[in-house]
């Protein structure tokens, strides 16, 4: 196992480099540059004034020095300077946009994997029902739908119409005026909190999985589950630095609400398609047979034995997913307007900006690579009758 | 055991729901305002300090913006950071001079000098002395003086001219090498000098004309020398100094910055001693305006004649300006019906498809303006048979702008003949009108082949107008030049019709009129980025055929002259992409660089104008309207003005004097 993984390293540091280096290419390739886009059709510029910018940009140089310098300063974790706002580090724009995307695609993701999840189950288990008609046509339905005109919709109907939810943003500014804090500073703390109580509430439920006897394990979970919740009201109410940031993080996940559930009705039917085909399968095993022998509950022959084994490509795909999360997605960061890591990784190929883009993708490559790595090594824990060879 | 896992996937539901809920509660007020006092303190934010902040005490005006801004740096802000969003929030400096709302007169800002002193000899060298207003003081209440010119200029000096707009704002004069001939561009401003602390000698190093002198270094910014100086003082590079927030930092104009958000808000709060607060201006048609200020009245700009088109008092009325960031139209739209923003503010206006969504809600108002830009059509004068003059009045005969304006883009689009837009109105040549106007479709081939025929060109087969199916058949073929040279294949590139539809539509019909004429033209849709990328690409002058592209303009049009002199081609890095060379029209830019008087330079700039439309190294296409909404509880001064509302929107300008409808 250990020679797998430091030969899986190496290989994903080798397949990284090679990355980079088409990704600067692609990049340079290009037609014009962003000296050009941003200046050559402003009259008010003059061409002197192109020549300093070109200069400030280390665009004179020779392209294979300038690779040569990028790619040393890369991996010394300097990601230079963006050419679209200079003299802003790329590393913090990067650290301005990476925070407000997680908390919202992250979120997404696990509520539409959760939902998804929920659902193929059933459908698995009611299959040829009116009910897996009515679930799989709607699902699908939403699936395919026309996914701006769907998010302008439900702006329109929950926060214009009926007046339930904010119109786009991640706060309302009027909220915010002399705030003590930057939204950033909240997202963090946010998130910092929200995974640190999953975490907790994680470890008490997996602890407790070990307790034999069944009447003690669902008192442990339950108790962990409570204290968790007690803890994060208690960090939120019950301390001076989350009682002074409570009404931040509250307008925030206040602005969360509609594009969750809008990013989870339009994605959980991917998930639950999968999720039952791969339930349906499993409930041809042997085992379910067996379990169905024994006695057991049919909600037991479902949750406890078919769906925990069909969990591995669900896992698989949350896994991968996850990676990906930082990619963003310009949609939803557009009609929400939700800046985030997706509309720096547009504008700033659409600008030429090729610092800030090439920092960007490499963010996601890196993220893919490990996402990958994640997944051989989870499929041998998952599955027992994965190994993977010396 | 069924029963009671049930309850605990409740539970945890349950729990879920609290941890949201738990979240999104809102506490007291009371415990807010207390702890967040305790905190400001020790918390990094990028909040403006603290002095620079009044409460707000009047109403708020919100408006929509859809691109985040660069900088908070107002001098970052001009440089190569500079768009158009950073433009509009930042909240200006103050200058010298200013442009009169909505006309765009230029007015006394800054200077005492009703009118811009003129550039006098001075030794081997050339300047100007202007006095400045004594009662200007800056936002922290300190009076400008004749120091923070000269410190602005000597910082733009030490990080040797800045990029950006900073070369053309202050151009600094440089050595020209003596082994070569002058060098226009190391023409610019030697030193600025304070003369007394109301009295300012601004020296050049030749004798400028008005785009330089007033319309660069006489509107260019001005920065307080006590917050800046030491910051300019510390910095080793222009990179370091853009580094420094500008948030809060002292200006001359009526809001100072607060508080900016990335990606969500950015704020401007009222200062309470804006000098020019309660000032009443009265500005009529031909661009005079009176202004009465501490209980005299005084006319700049010439006798006012005609209607008044703007008569209001300078605020601020709004005791904060937020600029929301929405990433999208439509979202802005809803939000704009909602009452959450009162204005889009946008440098294109809004979308056609929401205008009639607009136009339906009782509460908002459309305002409908001409763009201060045009779009065209260039020929490459430098190959065959773009060349041949005769050849761009025929194909340009062939165009019938009215019919493209109003019929095929369906009013989407303004036909334009001039390289001033009327709306420019001082500078506009009104009377400057299209090859073959009036003609019929039939009437333009005929006099198109005229024109080619005169010229010695010849066809195999001459294109006829067949009245019985109303087109040309059969079309020209065969067409050649007057030394027999065939006319070869040509590219017509325009961008495609995701980026600009109208531009897209366009190229496609005069593909149609060119192939009617026998000349073999393929327009071919094109990433806007590639078009640029050939066409101002030195060394790919010769790669090119015609294309469409667009020029947003400034209110001086120096461009009629800087897009065609033959100094300006785009072989050596300049603006004139056709390779248009006319010893006639370099004169005249001679001309127009020495004008001391306005009413030489636009005499100038209507016969260049003329000779463009002659010449045709561009074939002026159209302009667009810009359409604005806002909603009906607020007021501007007035609303019709060349490039619409938000022009007058950077640096808060018209936001001033924005008041909340009665």
Known sequence: ??????????????????????????????????????????????????QVAIERLGLDKPVLIQFRDYMINFFQLDFGLSFNQYPRKVSDIIAERLPRTIVLFLTALVSYYYAGFLAGKYLAWRRGKRGEMVVTIGGVGLYTVFYPWFALMAIWLFAAELGWLPISKFLNPDEWRNAPFTANQVFIRLFMTVLAVSVFMAAVVLLANRIRDHRPRTFAKLGGVALGVVLFIWYWWGTAGGALMRPYAGDIAEHLILPVAVLTAVNFAGIMLLTRSSMLETMREDFILTARAKGLSERAVRDRHAARTALLPVTTSLVLAVATVIDGGILTETVFSWPGMGEVLVTSVSNEDIPLALASFSFIGIMALVGHFLVDILYGVLDPRIRVGG | MRIKLARWRWIAVLGVFTLVAAACAQPGTEETTTTQAEVAETTTTTKAPETTEPEPTGYTLTVAIFSDPTTDNPWAAI??????????????????????????????????????????????????????????????????????????????????????????????????????????????????????????????????????????????????????????????????????????APNATAYNSSEREPGA?????????????????????????????????????????????????????????????????????????????????????????????????????????????????????????????????????????????????????????????????????????????????????????????????????????????????????????????????????????????????????????????????????????????????????????MYILGWGLGVFPDHVFDFFKSSQDSAVGGFNTPGYSNPDFDALADQFDRAKTLEEARDLVKQADAMIAEDLPYVVLFTTPIIEAYRNTIEFPATTTLDGIQNWFGGVGLATSTKQAA
């Open chain 2, 265 to 545: 808000f950015w704020r401007n709060v009222a200062i309470d001693n804006y000098w020019d607060q309660g000032t009443r201006y009265t500005v009529y048609e031909n661009g005079a305006f009176t202004v009465e200020r501490g209980g005299t009245t005084e006319t700049y700009g010439g006798e006012p004649s005609g209607d008044v088109v703007a008569d209001y008092v300078e605020g601020p009325y709004a005791s904060e300006i937020v600029y929301s960031l929405y990433s999208d139209q439509n979202s802005a739209v809803l939000a704009l019906t909602d009452g959450e923003v009162d204005f889009l503010l946008n440098p294109l206006g809004l979308q056609r498809g929401l205008q009639q969504l607009v136009l339906s809600e009782p509460e908002l108002n459309v305002i409908v303006n001409e763009q201060n830009g045009f779009r065209y059509l260039a020929f490459n004068t430098r190959k065959f048979p773009m060349s041949d003059k005769a050849f761009r009045q025929a194909l340009a005969c062939r165009i019938d702008k009215e019919f493209m304006a109003n019929t095929v883009l369906g009013g989407a689009a303004i036909a334009a003949n001039s390289l001033v837009p009327p709306g420019n109105s001082f500078w506009a040549n009104p009377d400057l009108e299209e090859t073959c106007a009036g003609l019929s479709e039939q009437e333009r081939l005929e006099k198109a082949v005229q024109i080619l025929r005169d010229a010695g060109w010849t066809w195999t087969q001459e294109p006829v107008w067949d009245e019985a199916n109303r087109d040309v058949i059969p079309k020209g073929e065969g067409l050649r030049g007057p030394n027999g040279e065939e006319v070869p294949d040509l590219t017509l590139l325009a961008p495609g019709p995701g980026y600009d539809p109208l531009r897209a539509t366009y190229s496609l019909f005069i593909e149609g009129w060119a192939e009617d004429l026998g000349i073999p033209v393929k327009a071919e849709p094109t990433g806007f980025s590639v078009i640029v990328d050939k066409v101002f690409e030195p060394s790919a002058v010769m790669d090119w055929d």
């Open chain 1, 1 to 50: 196992m250990t020679r797998y993984v430091v030969r899986r390293l190496a290989q994903m540091v080798l397949l990284f480099v090679v990355f980079l280096t088409v990704t600067w290419f692609l990049l340079y390739a290009l037609p014009g540059d962003i000296v050009k886009q941003k200046f050559a059709t402003n009259p008010n510029i003059p061409p002197e004034a192109r």
């Open chain 2, 79 to 248: 440089d190569t950071e500079s768009d158009v969003w950073t433009g509009y929030v930042n909240p200006g400096q103050g200058s010298l001079y200013g442009f009169q709302f909505p006309t765009y007169t230029l007015a006394p800002a800054l200077a005492a000098d009703p009118e811009p002193p003129t550039v006098q000899p001075d030794g081997d060298l050339w300047s100007v002395t202007v006095n400045l207003r004594d009662d200007v003081t800056w936002s922290d209440g300190t009076p400008m003086t004749a120091e923070d010119v000269v410190f602005t200029f000597e910082t733009v000096k030490k990080f040797d001219g800045l990029g950006g707009n900073f070369p053309s704002a202050w151009p600094l004069a440089r050595e020209d090498d003596p082994s070569t001939e002058e060098d226009e561009s190391n023409n610019g401003v030697v030193s600025v000098e304070a003369l007394s602390p109301t009295q300012v000698k601004i020296t050049f190093n030749f004798d400028p004309g008005l785009a330089i002198w007033p319309f660069s270094v006489a509107i260019a910014p001005i920065y307080q020398k006590a917050f800046w100086g030491p910051k300019a003082e510390a910095a080793a590079d222009s990179a370091a100094f853009y580094s420094e927030s500008g948030l809060g």
